[in-house]
């Protein structure tokens, strides 16, 4: 909550800062893409030190809300993603003598992506190239014997190219996160460890 009220705060900051001159808009966009996951849970015990890896692809579809300035072809904007992205799931059985057999399962997604983005034109054709700084909640909801493995935010970017017609633009741009570890708590100490990232395409109107 921290980072999104951080990022939040820079994109009110540059726009009491944006001189009077720039023409503000809002939309909507529709995008579509896959985002990639890759991650290993390492046990903690001391009896178990093992480490498992998975891959994970998922297509996703929806729509994001934005605000933005254009300052003639360059622009500089707010985006917000409301929908939920699933980056991993899975299950194991455990049968043992200390008295925690069962099945265990676990799944992630990431969720409420925020972004502060710019578009930085070439030539007068339409063109432009995209950058991004984003942040965004990965959420997990798991079925384990004592243990839960939290929440966490993590920080990435996206870069891309777009095409802007009108009030119409059309975007591809790929989207990596940090790599970042999760920690259970309230029993063992598994730990969990992934890298996401995303090919997007997107198209928006502007009002």
Request: hydrophobic letters at 35%; proline letters at 2%; zero cysteines.
């Amino acid at each position: 909550m921290k980072n999104y009220i951080r990022i939040i705060l820079s994109a009110l900051l540059l726009i009491w800062a944006t001189p009077s001159k720039a023409e503000m808009s809002y939309g909507v966009g529709l995008i579509i893409g896959q985002v990639d996951s890759d991650g290993t849970e390492t046990e903690g015990t001391a009896a178990d030190t093992s480490t498992r890896s998975a891959s994970f692809e998922e297509a996703f579809a929806g729509v994001d809300l934005f605000a933005e300035y254009d300052f003639g072809g360059y622009t500089v904007g707010l985006q917000y993603i409301p929908i939920d992205k699933d980056v991993g799931d899975g299950s194991r059985t455990d049968s043992n003598s200390e008295g925690d057999s069962g099945t265990r399962t676990a799944s992630a997604t990431v969720e409420d992506m925020i972004g502060i983005y710019t578009n930085v034109p070439f030539g007068a054709d339409g063109l432009y190239g995209l950058l991004a700084y984003n942040q965004a909640s990965v959420v997990t909801s798991e079925s384990l014997n004592a243990s839960s493995y939290g929440n966490k935010d993590i920080d990435g970017y996206s870069v891309g190219l777009g095409y802007k017609g009108g009030p119409v633009k059309y975007e591809l741009y790929y989207t990596d996160f940090e790599d970042f570890t999760i920690t259970a708590s309230g029993g063992n100490s598994n730990s969990v460890a992934a890298d996401i990232d995303a090919l997007t395409f997107r198209m928006s109107y502007s009002f």
